[in-house]
C-alpha cells in the first residue's frame, strides 16, 4: 500500500501541473444573446442614438410601412458574440418574423456596434428588390463610411433610404393598413352615443326629473346623430331610443335624486389597445450582406 501511494502522489502532482498550465487556454464558455422583444422599428439596446433620432428613424419606418405595407426594423447590440453576426441575426429574424405572412416583406438592419460589424437581413420576398449585391453596395458604399466616423443615425437614416427606394420599385400587395369599413363604423358610432345618452340621461334627471330629463337627452342626442349621420331617419331613432332607455332606465341602480352629486356606476371608456409595432409573420432565408467598418 504504501508503495501504491507512492505512485499515486506524483501521478496527482503532474495532473494538477497539468490543468493549471492549460486552462487558460481553454474558451470560457459564453452565453448567446438574447433576442430582445420586439416593440418598435428601432431598437437601440447600446444607447447610441438620441431620443430626438429615434424618434425621427421611427416615424419614417412607420410612414414606410403604412404606404407599401413592407416592414424594416433596426436593432443595435453591443455584441452578437459567441455567435457570428449572420447566426444572430438569423435568430432575430426568425423571432421577430418581420413582413407580412405570405408576402414576407421585411427586412432587419443589425448593428454590433462593439463588433464593428452590420447585416442587413432580407425577407424571401423581397430578395428580388434587394439582392445581396445590392444590400452589399448599401453597406459598403452608403452606411459604413458615415459609422466610420461616428456617424451612426446618418448611416442608418441613408440606409434606411436606400433600402426603402429599391422596395418603392418593387410590385408587393397593398398594405395590410385596410380603410375602415363604414357600416362598422356607423355602428360603432350609434352605439356610442346611447352608452353616452345613458350618463347624460342620469345627470339630468337629477337636476329635471326622470321624465323632462329623458325627453331633453333624446332631444339632444338626436340633435347630435343628425350632425354625425346626417339623416333624419337615423337621428329620430336615436332620439327615440335614447328616451325610451333613459326613461325605463332604473333610477335607483345609478343616480339618487335629493342630493348635491350623485353616485353611480364606474363608467370607463374603451380604446384601442396600446399593443405597439409587432412582426407580421413573414419568413427569411438567409438572404442578405454583411460588413464590417
Known sequence: ???????????????????????????????????????????DLTATLAASELAQLEQKLAAFEQAKGSQIAVLLVSTTQPETIEQYAMRVAEAWKLGRKGVDD???????????????????????AVPDAKAKRIIAEIITPSFKQGHFVAGIDAGIDALIKLINGEPLPVSRVKPADDTQSNLDNFVSILIFSVILGRV???????LIGSGVTGIGLGLVGWMIFSSVAIAMLIAIAAFILNLFLNASTGVYRGSRGWTGHDYRHGGFSGGGFGGGGGGFGGGGASGRW
Open 106 to 128: 421585411g427586412i432587419l438592419l443589425l448593428i454590433a456596434k462593439n463588433d464593428r460589424a452590420l447585416r442587413i437581413e432580407v425577407g424571401y420576398g423581397l430578395e428580388g
Open 204 to 210: 339630468l334627471q337629477v337636476f329635471l326629473g326622470r
Open 1 to 43: 500500500m504504501p508503495e501504491l501511494n507512492r505512485f499515486i502522489a506524483p501521478a496527482l502532482l503532474w495532473v494538477c501541473l497539468f490543468l493549471t498550465c492549460w486552462m487558460p487556454a481553454i474558451p470560457a464558455v459564453q452565453a448567446e444573446v438574447a433576442v430582445p422583444p420586439l416593440k418598435k422599428h428601432v431598437t
